[in-house]
């Protein structure tokens, strides 16, 4: 047998898989980026959990699939809808949920004050309300995938949070189209 290229370096799959519980996590703004679309524009979190037994999750589970794939994702996002500033009751909808966002940011980083600065989330504690939902696979078969379905302060998470739902597939629902990639706005 030939020996395949990177075998000292690779990271052995021994089929153990850390698995993060659902439901409410204290979490860490690793970065944030602007996305736009022709419809909008999404202010995207990148979280990690900050605290107890799963702190650094995100970042094990990003080192793993990086050894595998060097244009690996960030496995945990956050996206929030940017208002249009339309006036439209859609966008007045968007900014109710915009500014409570900025609220459990503001709420969990004491003295930190929101300045129009998206950077400025960087490093920003925030909870992180984790659920389930369902993808259809590229084989086509449907799968679930733990995901940030909501965010809230950290006094909210220390007094508990219900664990969601399992979003599911609308009836007769296409797969979904391939996300943009989540590259990292900051280094680990």
């Known amino acids: 047998m030939k020996k395949f290229g990177g075998y000292e370096t690779t990271q052995a ?32 979190l990148f979280l990690d959990i900050a605290d107890g037994d799963n702190k650094g999750f995100f970042t094990r589970q990003y080192n793993r699939k990086k050894q595998q794939n060097p244009d690996a994702k960030w496995p945990c996002t956050y996206r929030q809808g940017v208002p249009k500033d339309d006036g439209s009751d859609k966008d007045n909808k968007t900014k109710g ?60 998470i220390k007094n508990g949070v219900d664990i969601p739902a399992i979003k599911k597939l609308k009836e007769g629902m296409a797969p979904p189209l391939p996300e943009e990639p989540n590259t990292l706005p900051f280094d680990i």
């Not at 409410?24 to 944030?32: D, Q």
Request: glycine share 14%.
């Open 13 to 44: 799959y021994d089929g153990d898989f850390e698995v993060l519980p659902l439901g409410g996590h204290y979490c860490e703004i690793k970065g944030v980026k602007m996305e736009t679309y022709d419809w909008g524009e999404m202010l995207v």
């Open 97 to 156: 949920f915009f500014k409570g966002m900025i609220s459990c940011v503001e709420k969990s980083n004491p003295g930190y004050i929101w300045n129009w600065e998206e950077k400025t989330l960087t490093g920003k504690k925030i909870g992180g309300v984790f659920g389930q939902e369902e993808f259809v696979a590229s084989d086509g078969t449907v799968k679930l995938a733990t995901k940030c379905v909501f965010v809230r302060s950290y006094e909210a």
